[in-house]
């Protein structure tokens, strides 16, 4: 996790280096983070960025994370995360598995259920779902279904270390981080409408895009160049876009479709921490 100060706006105009680092190792699910860091220190922002989904292998470790970061929180401060969003995790996983349904698969025989892109890939074994047929006079289907704690997963992308991850359901977080005086600032917002919608209506006068050119983030494409990869369809969106222009010059960052299905996949998350004030 991320600690942060907010620092006046003088010391940000007077001073060259306005932040320093400190490092401490811990497991934030099982540690109690006060008894690790300063003591009595509080922060106005703790962020957990493509972490916190670690901590729901139980209700233990997820309730220790969340006690370490209220603890550590200012009243009003805030608390952001990035996170698998359970819901299109459970998706594209009921995608998968109505293509076992239609080889006609039985139920018993399925092991794991796997989807993904050449970039990344998603596997659910066996013991972390439970399948279910529902059969009425009109319709036959099987629904799939994840426990609240201890739905593991193994999350595999290009460069990243393959390491299992647990479904984090909003609805259960909200409730145990209430618990804790976190208060959802709003619901889970999908980390690709964010960042779509923060390039198109930016009211910061800094462009975002300066930010994604200096972390590389995007794949740099010139209008009278080839595709990035011959693969058409990982950038259609390219074409049709080149097709709407006549101007040659054009240089454009952008995604493949591959890694756009990954970015699709994480929610934003944000709550504030209540004052005890009346």
């Known amino acids: 996790m991320l600690l942060l100060w907010i620092y006046p706006m003088n010391l940000l105009r007077n001073k060259r280096s306005v932040f320093t680092a400190d490092f401490f190792v811990a497991d934030c699910s099982e540690a109690v983070l006060p008894q690790v860091l300063p003591s009595g220190v509080l922060y106005d922002l703790v962020s957990c960025q493509f972490a916190l989904h670690y901590a729901f292998e139980s209700i233990t470790q997820a309730r220790r994370i969340l006690s370490n970061i209220s603890s550590l929180l200012q009243e009003n401060g805030f608390f952001i995360a990035t996170i698998p969003n359970a819901y299109e995790l459970l998706r594209r996983a009921t995608e998968a598995l109505k293509k076992h349904v239609q080889k006609q698969v039985l139920e018993s025989d399925i092991k794991e259920i796997k989807f993904g892109n050449p970039v990344y890939s998603v596997t659910f074994p066996e013991a972390s779902f439970s399948i279910s047929r529902i059969t009425t006079q009109t319709n036959d289907a099987v629904e799939l279904t994840f426990p609240l704690f201890g739905a593991k997963y193994n999350f595999f992308l290009d460069g990243v270390v393959n390491c299992p991850e647990f479904v984090v359901y909003p609805p259960l977080l909200d409730r145990l981080a209430a618990d804790y005086g976190l208060v959802p600032v709003h619901e889970p917002i ?67 479709k591959s890694d756009w299905e990954v970015t699709s996949m994480y929610s934003l998350l944000a709550y504030k921490k209540k004052t005890n004030k009346v």
């Open 190 to 256: 999908s980390f690709a409408k964010n960042f779509y919608s923060t390039l198109r209506n930016r009211s910061s006068p800094q462009d975002p895009k300066d930010l994604l050119k200096r972390m590389e983030a995007l794949e740099p494409w010139h209008k009278s160049n080839n595709y990035p990869c011959s693969n058409d369809d990982e950038y259609i969106h390219l074409i049709d876009h080149q097709n709407s222009l006549h101007n040659n010059s054009c240089s454009y960052g952008t995604l493949s």
